[in-house]
Antibody
């Protein structure tokens, strides 16, 4: 059974940092592109970033470029999102998700999400 | 940047009825990058259709997708109680604003 479990969310002050993790199981993690998607309260999903199966390439949405970095460790079946210089508008539930077709951001499995709240 | 528009904003229907949801892109997109999801409160989105017309694993055949260019459609042939949710279309990294399908 495919499982994705996010962790690392919490309350952080504006300008602070957090590192989110996503543990994967039930599939060959190193064979899939992976994404982070966030959803602010009462809003629709917003794609944040994705990374190639071997970790060699990544893309971030413009609103987080230069502040967030997606990475992965295939030996540990883990995906990460380093978030720096956080802003109030980054408050959201953050999901990790698997891409069914690498690079196309069609997301067939999602975790349950971890809540990030940016507030003073 | 491509903008997706979904209509209607809310669709009020009864179980057993047919639902037709529309997704329009601001410019022509490739069908293989068009997907549909639904989301229930407190849950992550669930992939229904990818590549405009391919059902994801475990999705019943009452769900079907079609369209090309700038206009795409998700059809639910007969609504089941578990189908009442918010539906999002997605083109690559862009999600639409959603259509809420509610019980009439």
């Amino acid at each position: 059974e495919v499982q994705l479990v996010e962790s690392g969310g919490g309350l952080v002050q504006p300008g602070g940092s957090l590192r989110l993790s996503c543990g994967a199981s039930g599939f060959l993690f190193g064979g899939y592109w992976m994404s982070w998607v966030r959803q602010a309260p009462g809003r629709g999903p917003e794609w944040v970033a994705h990374i190639r199966d071997d970790g060699s390439t990544s893309t971030h949405v413009e609103s987080v470029r230069g502040r967030f970095i997606i990475s992965r460790d295939n030996a540990k079946n883990s995906l990460y999102l380093q978030m720096n210089n956080l802003r109030a508008e980054d408050t959201a539930v953050y999901y990790c998700a698997r891409e069914i077709v690498g690079g196309l951001v069609d997301l067939d499995y999602w975790g349950q999400g971890t809540l990030v709240t940016v507030s003073s | 940047e491509i903008v997706l528009t979904q209509s209607p904003g809310t669709l009020s229907l009864s179980p057993g009825e047919r639902a037709t949801l529309s997704c329009r892109a601001s410019q022509s997109v490739t069908s293989h990058s068009l997907a549909w999801y639904h989301q229930k409160p407190g849950q992550p989105p669930r992939l229904l259709i990818y590549g405009a017309s391919n059902r994801a694993t475990g999705i019943p055949d009452r769900f079907s997708g079609g369209g090309s260019g700038t206009d795409f459609t998700l059809t639910i042939s007969r609504l089941e109680p578990e189908d009442f949710a918010v539906y999002y279309c997605q083109q690559s990294s862009t999600f639409g604003p959603g259509t809420k399908v509610e019980i009439k």
